[in-house]
């Protein structure tokens, strides 16, 4: 079988896998992938506002915050993720392991990039905002490490642009974009966008 149509197989199982994610929220009163994504930011809000890190945060929304206050920001809010995870049920990993699966697949082919990244477009197209929002949260959490403590599945994301067409209004804040200093975000201004051309120019997916 050749590689579009094992890609084009596992794109018309997306369907099927988000369904059984969906049934498995509902036994816990989560009525969609979508309601479960607000929870957290809801979750995530309550936590920030008395949280040590708070300066942290205040310190990301300017211009140019150090490197060092955009990983502890970036931390902190992966620490949010997992403690709200932890709290509730529902297998919402099986969703995600999906998703990473099919972007590794990509990634290992043989290609030019602009061949992966229509494939990886595709892929990203099927998903809505709160779906990608939760993608973006938990690739920089602890559920995003691999069994060697490295963040393989946001190393991706960035390479592959995945995320660049999520909705800012869905992030818990807008300068949570920092998080991905490789990601040309479509709601960042033209300077942003610039510095992030000159960041990815020896990036390889």
């Known amino acids: 079988m050749s590689f579009e149509e094992t890609f084009f197989n596992i794109m018309s199982l997306l369907s099927d896998v988000r369904r059984t994610t969906i049934e498995s929220l509902k036994n816990h009163k ?12 809801n979750y995530a809000h309550s936590l920030s506002k008395s949280s040590v890190a708070q300066k942290y945060f205040e310190d990301l929304s300017t211009e140019n915050p150090l490197d060092s ?36 697949f990509v990634k290992e082919q043989d290609g030019n990039i602009i061949k992966k990244q229509r494939y990886i477009n595709l892929l990203q197209s ?25 963040y393989v599945f946001y190393e991706m994301l960035e390479a592959s642009e995945m995320l660049e067409n999520i909705s800012e209004r869905v992030l818990i804040d807008s300068s949570h974009a920092k998080f991905y200093p490789l990601t040309k975000f479509k709601f960042l201004s033209r300077r942003e966008l610039a510095e992030v051309i000159e960041r990815r120019r020896k990036i390889v997916f």
């Open 30 to 41: 989560v009525l969609s992938i979508e309601g479960y994504y607000y929870n957290f930011v």
């Open 69 to 104: 206050v955009i990983e502890a920001a970036r931390n902190e809010i992966g620490l949010y993720y997992k403690e709200y995870v932890d709290s509730t049920e529902g297998n919402i990993g099986y969703f995600f392991r999906y998703i990473f699966n099919t972007v590794k």
């Open 126 to 150: 099927q998903l809505s905002d709160e779906e990608l929002a939760l993608l973006f949260y938990d690739a920089i959490s602890p559920y995003g490490k691999n069994k060697k403590g490295e």
